[in-house]
């Protein structure tokens, strides 16, 4: 507690950005580094996505959070930030189309491109 008439103490911090487009592996690695750092450097961590202070407790719901901006990053801009080309991860895209699917277009394109040229040609 401090005493009236005294100042709060200045506080400072570090800020650490986790990028997007790395391996779940190194992503973990690096939300491990920094917790372990700030308990070493005696310095508090807030999560800006958890809205709170965080610890090494919270380091897999820190990951999992990182995955799902991964995922909403690739689906509504369709990149992960990564321009190396390399080691990220890549969720399943449930509204792919099947194959049979996109070979039955083809077929049906060709077929509909021959029907108007041989009524051209005729």
Not at 35 to 42: G, H, P, W
Not at 95 to 117: C, E, R, S
């Amino acid at each position: 507690m401090l005493a009236p008439g005294d100042a709060e103490p200045k506080r400072s911090g570090l800020d650490f950005d986790l990028p997007q487009g790395l391996l779940d592996s190194q992503a973990e690695s690096a939300i491990l580094f920094v917790l372990n750092f700030a308990v070493s450097a005696d310095l508090e961590v807030f999560d800006p996505q958890l809205g709170r202070l965080v610890t090494s407790a919270d380091s897999s719901l820190i990951l999992v959070r990182w995955r799902e901006q991964n995922a909403y990053l690739l689906h509504t801009v369709g990149s992960d930030g990564d321009t190396t080309g390399g080691g990220a991860y890549y969720p399943d895209f449930p509204h792919q189309m099947k194959p049979v699917t996109i070979f039955w277009l083809i077929v049906g394109g060709l077929f509909l491109l021959f029907a108007l040229l041989s009524r051209v040609c005729v």
